[in-house]
Structure formats: C-alpha cells, structure tokens
C-alpha cells in the first residue's frame, strides 16, 4: 500500500511516517518510480509503534525494542517473568525501569511548579484568584485538597 492508505490505517500523517522512517522505525519498500509501499507487517510495526509512543515512551525507547516488536505475535500475552542468564541483557526492563524513573521525576517537578505557582498567586492575590477560579479559600487550599 502507498504512504498515504499506510498513515490511515495507522492513524497519522504522511509526515509521521516518514519522521518515523527516518528515524529507523520502519523501512518502506520503494517502487520503480521510487514511490514509498508499506505491506502488512509494517502497518502491525506501525500500530506496535504508536501505542508505545502514546504510552510516554520516546522514539529513542522505541528503537531498542524494534526487533522485539516484530518477534510479537499481534495480541502477545504477557509472558511468565522468570530469572536466567540473560534476564540483566534483556532490554525491555531496562527501557521501562528508565522511563517510569524520568516520568516520576517529571511528575515530582511539575508538582513542586505548580505548588510554587499556587502559593505565588496566593501571595500576590490572596483569595480573589482562588474565587475566579472557583475555590472558596485561598489558592494553596486547591492543593491540600481543604
């Protein structure tokens, strides 16, 4: 199929796939006229690729776990987790572990903003901020949950 009927199954634009082509997440086949053919299994790739995408991980995160991907059957199950020899080597708990730690600091970050911003409007505005927006007390009332 050609690069657009591929981005519609997919759900993205032509750009995308070929940012997610350059990027070395899929690979299109190219006619003789050089036009871009994506078959099945790439349009699989690309669903496999856009839920780990939409899941926080980042295209970098993806690329390590291409070929792990296309060794999946369509709907895996999860499999028993056991302990061997390769169990340090295996990537997926590396990439997941790494990810979930950025996104709890990131979340710790955005707290700490946003407390900083709530307790600054406090300051300056007292309660008037905390009525526009529907609170009944001041600002920092909104993050203690009074």
Known sequence: MRIGDAAAAVGVTTRTLRYYEQRGLVTARRTASGQREYGE????RLHAVRGLLDSGL????????????????????????????????????????????????RIRQLTELRDRLADGLDLRFGVLVGQLIGLD??????RTGS
């Open 58 to 105: 980042t295209i970098g995160d993806v690329r390590r776990l291409i070929d792990i991907i296309d060794a999946l059957p369509d709907s895996p199950t999860v499999p028993q987790v056991r302990p061997g020899p390769y169990s340090e080597k295996c990537v997926v708990p590396q990439v997941a572990i790494r990810r979930l730690a950025e996104l709890d600091a």
């Open 41 to 44: 299994d790439d349009v699989r």
């Open 137 to 142: 007390g001041p600002m920092s009332d909104a």
